[in-house]
C-alpha cells in the first residue's frame, strides 16, 4: 500500500512539476511566445509553444495587450488571468479552457468571429469589466455567466443582440452604449418572464 501512494504522490507531483506559469513582459502581443516569461521582472523561460496543459499566463498590472493574430492556449486546464490594472485586448479570437479577469482588470472583445474566452469556466470578479465592441454574427452572450462590470457597445453592429432571457446575473455596472446601426437591438428577452440581478453580490 506504501509503495502504491508513493507512486501516486510522485505522478502528481510530476503532473505539477509539468505546469508553468507565464507572466506578460509590456504591452506585446499575447499571441506569441516570446510575450511571456517566467518570472514577473521580464525574465526567465517563455513557453515554447501554448499547448502545455494546466499552464498559466497572467497579463501583469499596467499592461495593455492586444492580439495580433489568433490566440489559442490549447494544454487542457490552461488558464488566461487578467490582473488589476492590466488590459487584455482580444483583436481576434482568444481560446483557453478558463478565463478570469480580477477586480479591477479589464478584458475588451473586438473580434467578430468569436464569444468570449473560457470554453469550460469563466471567473469574472465582482469590479472586472468586460467590454463588447464587436461579436460573433447575431449570437447571444455566453450563457451562465455571472459577469462583473459590462459595456456593450457596438456602433457598427448590423444584427440585432438578442439574449432569450439567458443573461441573468450582472454583479457591478451594466451600460449599453451602443447596439449597432439604425434600427439594431439589444434585446434582454423576447416574451418570456426572467429576472435580470443587477449591481448584487451573488
Request: a negative charge.
Amino acid at each position: 500500500m506504501k509503495h502504491a501512494l508513493s507512486i501516486v504522490v510522485s505522478l502528481l507531483f510530476l503532473l505539477a512539476a509539468n505546469a508553468n506559469t507565464y507572466y506578460s513582459v509590456n504591452n506585446a502581443a499575447p499571441n506569441t511566445t516570446g510575450s511571456w516569461k517566467s518570472n514577473r521582472n521580464g525574465t526567465g523561460s517563455s513557453p515554447s509553444s501554448f499547448g502545455h496543459d494546466d499552464d498559466i499566463f497572467i497579463v501583469q498590472a499596467g499592461h495593455t495587450m492586444t492580439t495580433t493574430a489568433n490566440w489559442n492556449v490549447n494544454g487542457d486546464d490552461s488558464k488566461v488571468v487578467v490582473e488589476a490594472g492590466a488590459t487584455l485586448k482580444a483583436n481576434q479570437k482568444v481560446s483557453v479552457d478558463i478565463f478570469q479577469v480580477y477586480d479591477g482588470g479589464n478584458y475588451i472583445h473586438n473580434d467578430n468571429s468569436s464569444s468570449i474566452p473560457g470554453g469550460n469556466e469563466r471567473i469574472l470578479a465582482a469590479n472586472s469589466t468586460i467590454e463588447i465592441n464587436d461579436w460573433s454574427g447575431s449570437t447571444k452572450l455566453p450563457e451562465e455567466t455571472t459577469w462583473g462590470n459590462l459595456i456593450i457597445d457596438m456602433p457598427g453592429y448590423n444584427s440585432n443582440l438578442g439574449q432569450t432571457g439567458d443573461l441573468t446575473a450582472i454583479r457591478g455596472d451594466f451600460i449599453i452604449r451602443s447596439t449597432g446601426n439604425s434600427g439594431k437591438e439589444f434585446r434582454l428577452a423576447t416574451s418570456q418572464d426572467y429576472t435580470l440581478t443587477i449591481g448584487a453580490i451573488l
